[in-house]
């Protein structure tokens, strides 16, 4: 399994992440005290729209299940699932390695949408 979370990068960050990819991954920080909740308002959207369109396409979706704040897509074919926790600024996923289903989404409703791995 492979986990990652999805951030949404505010247009004046996204230009710099571009240039050093790495520098996202390093200044998202667990919001533990007042100077990283700051950092990551000022680096990062919070992204309540996104969350309610993934949710309504997830809802659409007859594997799709919700228990105690995760949400969870069961293939019952291949035996796959995803899990996804969502949070203010960000959206942790865990899924198969080599797969990113629910980055692929979110990236379609905007380009400032940025992969963080775990």
């Known amino acids: ?13 996204l ?8 520098l996202a991954s390093m200044l998202y920080l667990p919001q533990n005290s007042i100077y990283e909740s ?16 993934l949710l309504s396409i997830l809802n ?8 105690h704040g995760i949400h969870t897509l069961f293939n019952p074919i291949t035996e796959e699932t995803i899990q ?3 949070n203010e600024y960000d ?8 797969k ?9 409703f905007s380009k400032n949408f940025y992969m963080i791995e775990l």
Request: charge should be negative.
């Open 60 to 67: 659409e979706r007859d594997d799709y299940s919700y228990y």
């Open 100 to 108: 990113h289903v629910i980055f692929d989404i979110l990236k379609g």
């Open 15 to 22: 230009e710099m992440v571009e240039m050093y990819p790495v």
């Open 84 to 86: 996804i926790k969502m």
């Open 38 to 53: 700051k950092q990551v308002e000022l680096l990062f959207n919070p992204i309540h729209k996104e969350k309610e369109m």
């Open 91 to 98: 959206i942790e996923v865990e899924e198969k390695e080599g």
């Open 1 to 13: 399994m492979r986990k990652y979370r999805v951030v949404c990068l505010k247009k004046e960050f």
